[in-house]
């Protein structure tokens, strides 16, 4: 294998940074340029998916969404018990109105209600493919947004030390060959979900998708292409990755092309959705992907049918809406899940806000979901009811409809479950017919 030299370094920014090929290669310096090839955006690939497996051809070719909104949504404004008095004593100014009245919730079920900027979202719970749980969240009682999306993310709640992400745990229980855009995160970074050992593929969201990262420059590209030139397991990693991102680059670059008569689509979640959809009819080995969405804390201003949080959830609700239509066929393959690090308090604080709470509501959406229904045990909004009479209780562990859709959809079987959960949750939400059999 030839060495990059120093001046080859320089121009990828990593003068005196990697080490000299032909010397043994060490855990540190294997994290080093790993690091490299993750922080360029290409593709992180691990021991394992070097491996050559079987390829699988038969079956459908089933698919997991997951979008975190983080910042901790408040799920009592997304999913509203319109039929619970206390609601409306705790939140004088942010509550969300009754049906009927102007900026009033979509009722769902005569008890619960969608909020009116998820207009959007009536469609699916109609034809019965977009459902809930609620008061479902993570069993750790901290109120640290850093803390529970590093455990929801890694499925081990109030575990530090876990090293990967569970979505990448899963990734590497299914069935069949793993292509190298098995996995599809669209983000500035690989989130530490999708982190692990098994490739990886990241992409820019909106604009800067298509945007020129140094291994695009030939120089670069050349340099690098002769330092990976070799058999051993990291120098195949390199071409798988480079692969991988060549052959979504130009997915994308087709994209554009024909959307505005190739004028560069705009930034929003809508366009990330729609293209998504086309990578995933175009590219079949996608199996997972990735979504992540800010700006969901709202101490301050959150608003009740309009406001702040009503500007969030309009186009979150929108981009799923259309994300459904657009993968048209592939919706029957497709399972979205929307989860968020944990809900927020019962009660209005005096900024006409909401602060860090416990109890949230995952969304579940896709052809598979028995939908129009609203599932788990809902504890109620009593003080007695609410945890540390504060926050809407956690009655159903975020990882138990996680793992009705990892086994009943994904194919996992229970020894491949307790590899992602590790510590399986127990069995105490009503989440037991989430899928179609």
Same mark, same amino acid.
């Given at each position: 294998?030839?060495?990059?030299?120093?001046?080859?370094?320089?121009?990828?920014?990593?003068?005196?940074?990697?080490?000299?090929?032909?010397?043994?290669?060490?855990?540190?310096?294997?994290?080093?340029?790993?690091?490299?090839?993750? =922080?360029? @955006?290409?593709?992180?690939?691990?021991?394992?998916?070097?491996? *050559?497996?079987? &390829?699988?051809?038969?079956? !459908? $070719?089933?698919?997991?969404?997951?979008?975190?909104?983080?910042?901790?949504?408040?799920?009592?404004?997304?999913?509203?018990?319109?039929?619970?008095?206390?609601?409306?004593?705790?939140?004088?100014?942010?509550?969300?109105?009754?049906?009927?009245?102007?900026?009033?919730?979509?009722?769902?079920?005569?008890?619960?209600?969608?909020?009116?900027?998820?207009?959007?979202?009536?469609?699916?719970?109609?034809?019965?493919?977009?459902?809930?749980?609620?008061?479902?969240?993570?069993?750790?009682?901290?109120?640290?947004?850093?803390?529970?999306?590093?455990?929801?993310?890694?499925?081990?709640?109030?575990?530090?030390?876990?090293?990967?992400?569970?979505?990448?745990? =899963?990734? @590497?229980?299914?069935?069949?060959?793993?292509?190298?855009?098995? *996995?599809?995160? &669209?983000?500035?970074?690989? !989130? $530490?979900?999708?982190?692990?050992?098994?490739?990886?593929?990241?992409?820019?969201?909106?604009?800067?998708?298509?945007?020129?990262?140094?291994?695009?420059?030939?120089?670069?590209?050349?340099?690098?292409?002769?330092?990976?030139?070799?058999?051993?397991?990291?120098?195949?990693?390199?071409?798988?990755?480079?692969?991988?991102?060549?052959?979504?680059?130009?997915?994308?670059?087709?994209?554009?092309?024909?959307?505005?008569?190739?004028?560069?689509?705009?930034?929003?979640?809508?366009?990330?959705?729609?293209?998504?959809?086309?990578?995933?009819?175009?590219?079949?080995?996608?199996?997972?992907?990735?979504?992540?969405?800010?700006?969901?804390?709202?101490?301050?201003?959150? @608003?009740?049918?309009?406001?702040?949080?009503?500007?969030?959830?309009?186009?979150?609700?929108?981009?799923?809406?259309?994300?459904?239509?657009?993968?048209?066929?592939?919706?029957?393959?497709?399972?979205?899940?929307?989860?968020?690090?944990?809900?927020?308090?019962?009660?209005?604080?005096?900024?006409?806000?909401?602060?860090?709470?416990?109890?949230?509501?995952?969304?579940?959406?896709?052809?598979?979901?028995?939908?129009?229904?609203?599932?788990?045990?809902?504890?109620?909004?009593?003080?007695?009811?609410?945890?540390?009479?504060?926050?809407?209780?956690?009655?159903?562990?975020?990882?138990?409809?996680?793992?009705?859709?990892?086994?009943?959809?994904?194919?996992?079987?229970?020894?491949?479950?307790?590899?992602?959960?590790?510590?399986?949750?127990?069995?105490?939400?009503?989440?037991?017919?989430?899928?179609?059999?």
């Amino acid at each position: 294998m030839e060495p990059i030299d120093e001046k080859e370094l320089e121009e990828i920014g990593c003068g005196g940074c990697a080490p000299r090929v032909e010397q043994p290669l060490s855990r540190r310096a294997f994290l080093r340029r790993t690091a490299i090839l993750s =922080a360029s @955006g290409i593709v992180l690939l691990s021991r394992s998916a070097w491996a *050559a497996r079987t &390829l699988d051809s038969s079956g !459908p $070719r089933r698919r997991l969404v997951v979008v975190f909104l983080r910042g901790a949504v408040d799920g009592l404004n997304v999913v509203v018990p319109h039929g619970e008095s206390a609601y409306y004593d705790a939140r004088p100014t942010i509550a969300v109105g009754r049906t009927g009245g102007q900026g009033g919730v979509v009722d769902l079920d005569g008890y619960f209600g969608l909020h009116p900027a998820l207009a959007a979202m009536e469609g699916p719970w109609k034809d019965g493919t977009l459902a809930f749980v609620h008061a479902c969240g993570s069993p750790d009682p901290t109120r640290s947004h850093f803390d529970a999306q590093d455990y929801m993310e890694s499925g081990t709640p109030g575990i530090k030390s876990t090293q990967d992400g569970w979505l990448n745990r =899963a990734l @590497g229980q299914m069935p069949g060959a793993h292509a190298p855009t098995d *996995a599809i995160s &669209l983000g500035p970074t690989v !989130p $530490r979900i999708l982190e692990g050992r098994v490739a990886v593929a990241n992409i820019q969201s909106g604009r800067a998708a298509m945007r020129p990262m140094p291994l695009d420059r030939p120089v670069v590209e050349s340099a690098f292409d002769r330092l990976y030139i070799g058999s051993d397991p990291l120098s195949r990693a390199y071409r798988e990755g480079r692969e991988a991102r060549q052959r979504l680059t130009a997915e994308l670059a087709q994209d554009m092309a024909e959307a505005n008569n190739g004028a560069p689509s705009p930034q929003g979640f809508s366009d990330d959705t729609d293209r998504l959809a086309r990578l995933i009819q175009r590219d079949p080995t996608i199996r997972v992907a990735f979504m992540a969405l800010g700006g969901w804390d709202t101490h301050v201003s959150e @608003g009740a049918g309009n406001g702040q949080l009503a500007g969030h959830l309009k186009p979150l609700g929108d981009g799923l809406s259309s994300f459904a239509k657009a993968l048209g066929p592939a919706y029957q393959e497709t399972v979205i899940v929307v989860i968020s690090e944990f809900g927020r308090t019962m009660h209005e604080n005096g900024n006409g806000g909401t602060d860090h709470g416990h109890g949230n509501v995952m969304w579940v959406m896709g052809g598979p979901v028995r939908g129009g229904k609203v599932y788990g045990r809902w504890p109620g909004l009593s003080t007695g009811s609410l945890y540390q009479e504060r926050d809407l209780a956690v009655t159903t562990d975020f990882r138990e409809p996680l793992s009705v859709v990892l086994r009943e959809h994904m194919g996992l079987q229970p020894p491949q479950l307790a590899a992602v959960f590790p510590d399986a949750p127990r069995t105490q939400g009503n989440v037991s017919g989430l899928l179609r059999a």
